[in-house]
Each structure stands twice: as structure tokens, then as C-alpha cells.
């Protein structure tokens, strides 16, 4: 845990940083390319590292699909999830006090500032770049309340390698081996990688841009002739000569009568196989980033069956926000919530962070199934049903939702049951005996992914169960009126 606060590198590191970046697209080629991926696989990132950030700022096709991949990760829900205990309670507040109260900026550009979300979101580049490092440098706020949170800086990969198989940090620009990435000063992940790929159909895409781009100037407003009865050098060839230039592009001839040329035939614009190809690049980033490209997946087939692609799209996009919040929640576990619990309480964490999916489509069949079968005798957990839906529990005297024709209700009947079953407990000095381990998967209700706070209802039986007794609210709710 790097308790300084200080961070790694100093100002004259990070302005040495910026005067040496540089952009390759005037000699960018094929070749270029392919040696420094060969140097990405044996750890140099140096060089492939600058090249991915100018590729992203020049190519807006690629710079949108990467953001909104980044972007779909940074806009869900967070919490976090005890597992029940005291001892958790405590780790969760600490926890909650250290998310709220993060701030997360950029080693080369500190006027960036935001918390969690752009925290979130800058842990997605590694989707691009393979790899996201943080600099984490702890503050704190209250050592007595073991308040504590830390700023985190994004740092660009050229600033590391990667030739022991981890990443280590390179202390001076010139360095060939970096001090390691700790757990507890850094913030690691390594993502899906796309511009590994992506680098060579980039230089294809910009290739072909540039021979249209030629091809355009040369042809797009095609040839004048010009044929005169005068002979070189005459005041009249002259003045023609000038007619010509005033009237046409590039592609201009002037000849006299005796002598005859043809022009050669010009391609077909509809045959030219510069826009195809830019296409195909283009696909290919929102596949890579999306998942299935909506414009051409759902483009009626050659077959004639109708137009497909938007639901799978849906689909395809489901998936890959559902693995990223996954993703994310592992490694903010892993590398930020264990040394900040081990720092503040030396134990194993009992509580964790987890980035929230969204819910799927399904949740209103869910909803109408529940109240078919709940007067039929099904019994419910309530825990499963406010995780399902992610529905709040009613405060202590707070007006709740009924069915239609049932008294109003304001939840102060179940205060006491919600209190209790809602109120942290006090502080209070960590246990003596040695903690038991959390092994990996031994208590599912420890998963952050599936565990969720009980959250009472006073519509419940003794058992804490929905019964035919207590239904479901109805589809169609009122609101009761204040009592006079």
C-alpha cells in the first residue's frame, strides 16, 4: 500500500512524457506495424502504445465504438455487498465511504476529474489497449472512523513493460526492466486487446482512403479537351491554352487539329474497391467493440427472408455488458478492495464492490409469473425478489404501493422489523481470534454477484415468505392519499 500518497513519477517526468509523444500516420505503413505488434508480444510498449492512442484520435469510426463500449461499463450501477456478518457490515462501510469519495484523473491530463464512473470507464480501455494501469495514492480522511479513499491516475501503457510476464513500471523513459505494478499502489487489468487486430485493418482502411482521396483529384471531374486549328506559339494557342486552365482540374489537353488522342476508359465509380474495403474495416471495429454491427446485421439478406440482425445485436451487446461488469468487479476486488480492507482492518474483505448488470428482458414475465403462482401456494424469498427487480425496501414510515381497494399503508406497522433488519451496527473493535479464510466460491452468499442485503416487507408471514395470503401487488397500483 503506497500510504505517501505521492506519486510515482514527478512533474519533469510527466512533461518529458508529453514533449515525446508523436504521431505516425505520415509514415505509417504495413511493414511498420507488424514489427512493433512483434515487439508488443515480447514486452515493449513503448512504441505500439503511442501509435494505438493517435489511431483511436484520428479514426472517428474507431474512437465511437470504443467509447461506447467504455462508456456502457461506466454508466451501470454500482453497490456494495456484505455478507451479513458485523464484521462485513464494518468492511462495507468503509467500503462505501472509500467509493463515494474517490477521484479518478490522468497522469498526462489532471484537469480530467470524475469518481467511480470514470474510473469504470477507464478501466475499459484495456479492451483497447490490453492493458489499464492506475497509480492508486491513498488519502486519509479519518483515521479514527477509518475513513479513507485514494485518487486514482490513468496512466498510459507506454509508461510500463511487460518481458517477466507482469506489468512493471518504467521509472526513467529510457529503462529497459520497471519496478512491478504492487497490489495496493496500482490498479491493473488486462482487457480483450482489439487494436492488436485492429492495427492492420486500420492501415488497410487509411491506405485505401489515401488512393481515393488520389483517385477523386484526378477523375472527379474528369478531362477537358481542347482542340484548336492554331499552331503552337500562335496568340491563339496561347489564349486557349488559358481558357483551358481557368475551366478545368488537373486532367486537361490541348492539341491541334492533325493530331488525334483518345482517352483511355475510366473505371466505373460503382466498380472502384476503395469503399467497399473501408466498409469492411468499419465492420469490423463495431464487431470487435459491439459485438454484431447493427447497419449490416440487420440488412435484408440475399436470400430474400426478411431483415434480421436487430435482436441478435441486442443480444450480442447484453452479453458483452454483462461479461464487463463482471470483469470490472473482479478486478476492483482483487486489487483495490483487499489492500484497502487489509490495510484498515487486517483482515480478508467480508464485503466487496460489484458493478451492477443491467436487468434483462425478461423481468416482466418474471413479475407476472410470480403473481400466478404466489396465490397458488409459492413461496418466495424476499431477498431474491428485491435482488431480481432491485426494488428498495420502504423506509420507516415511508408511504408504500398497494393493490387496488387494500387500506393505505405507510410501512410504520413493519418499522421495527425494517430498522432492525436496516440499521448498521455500531462500531466496534475488530474480534482477537484469527479469521477464518474466504475461500474462492465457498459461501455463494460472499459472491458479490449474487449476494444482496435482506430486505423486509411487512406483506410477509412469519417465515419472511410471500403466501397466497399476502399476493403480489398488482400490475395497477394507486397511490393512497395523505390521512387528514
Not at 242 to 262: C, F, P, T, W
Not at 303 to 310: I, Q, T
Request: glycine fraction near 6%.
Amino acid at each position: 500500500m503506497n500510504l505517501s500518497g505521492e506519486s510515482q513519477f514527478n512533474q519533469a517526468r510527466i512533461e518529458w512524457a508529453i514533449r515525446l509523444r508523436f504521431s505516425p500516420m505520415p509514415n505509417i505503413t504495413m511493414a511498420w506495424i507488424s514489427d512493433n505488434l512483434n515487439a508488443f508480444r515480447i514486452g515493449e510498449l513503448r512504441v505500439v502504445g503511442k501509435i494505438w492512442e493517435t489511431m483511436i484520435e484520428r479514426d472517428g469510426e474507431l474512437a465511437a465504438n470504443a467509447d461506447k463500449r467504455a462508456s456502457d461499463l461506466a454508466s451501470l450501477d454500482w453497490q456494495i455487498v456484505s455478507d451479513g456478518s458485523p464484521e462485513g457490515d464494518r468492511h462495507a462501510e468503509a467500503l462505501k465511504y472509500f467509493y463515494r469519495h474517490v477521484r479518478t484523473t490522468r497522469a498526462l491530463d489532471q484537469d480530467v476529474s470524475g469518481g467511480v464512473s470514470e474510473l469504470l470507464y477507464q478501466i475499459a480501455t484495456a479492451h483497447s489497449h490490453y492493458y489499464s494501469a492506475h497509480e492508486m495514492l491513498l488519502r486519509v480522511d479519518n483515521p479514527a472512523g477509518r475513513e479513507v479513499t485514494a485518487e486514482f491516475r490513468h496512466t498510459p501503457i507506454w509508461f510500463f513493460e511487460s518481458r517477466r510476464g507482469y506489468l512493471s513500471y518504467l521509472k526513467h523513459i529510457f529503462d529497459v526492466y520497471g519496478q512491478p505494478c504492487l497490489e495496493g499502489e496500482w490498479l491493473t487489468a488486462v482487457g480483450a486487446g482489439w487494436m492488436r487486430p485492429l492495427s492492420v485493418a486500420y492501415v488497410m482502411k487509411t491506405l485505401s482512403l489515401r488512393d481515393w482521396m488520389v483517385f477523386s483529384q484526378r477523375y472527379g471531374s474528369g478531362f477537358l479537351e481542347a482542340v484548336t486549328g492554331a499552331q503552337k506559339g500562335d496568340p491563339a494557342w496561347d489564349e486557349a491554352r488559358d481558357v483551358l486552365r481557368q475551366l478545368a482540374n488537373d486532367g486537361m489537353v490541348l492539341h491541334s487539329e492533325g493530331l488525334n488522342i483518345k482517352f483511355l476508359t475510366m473505371p466505373a465509380s460503382s466498380a472502384l474497391p476503395f469503399g467497399p474495403l473501408v466498409e469492411q474495416v468499419n465492420r469490423l471495429y463495431a464487431k470487435c467493440y459491439r459485438g454484431i454491427d447493427l447497419a449490416t446485421g440487420s440488412r435484408a439478406p440475399e436470400s430474400g427472408r426478411g431483415a434480421v440482425g436487430a435482436s441478435v445485436q441486442k443480444e450480442e451487446a447484453g452479453i458483452f455488458l454483462a461479461r464487463d461488469a463482471a470483469w470490472a468487479s473482479e478486478c476492483l476486488n482483487s486489487r483495490v478492495d483487499r489492500p484497502i480492507i487489509n490495510y484498515l482492518f487486517d483482515r480478508e474483505p467480508r464485503a466487496w464492490m460489484t458493478v451492477m448488470p443491467p436487468l434483462d428482458d425478461s423481468a416482466e414475465k418474471d413479475l407476472k409469473a410470480a403473481q400466478a403462482l404466489v396465490p397458488m401456494g409459492l413461496r418466495i424469498s424476499l431477498a431474491e425478489v428485491y435482488k431480481r427487480f432491485r426494488w428498495a425496501a420502504p423506509a420507516p414510515g415511508e408511504p408504500c404501493l398497494q393493490s387496488a381497494g387494500q387500506p393505505a399503508a405507510t410501512g410504520r406497522e413493519s418499522e421495527a422489523l425494517i430498522s432492525q433488519k436496516s440499521t448498521l451496527p455500531a462500531f466496534s473493535p475488530a474480534p482477537q481470534d484469527p479469521p477464518m479464510p474466504i475461500a474462492a466460491g465457498a459461501d455463494p452468499a460472499r459472491n458479490p454477484q449474487t449476494a444482496a442485503p435482506e430486505m423486509p416487507d411487512p406483506q410477509v408471514d412469519d417465515a419472511g415468505f410471500f403466501s397466497s395470503s399476502a399476493p403480489l401487488p398488482a400490475l395497477a397500483v394507486s397511490v393512497a392519499n395523505e390521512s387528514r
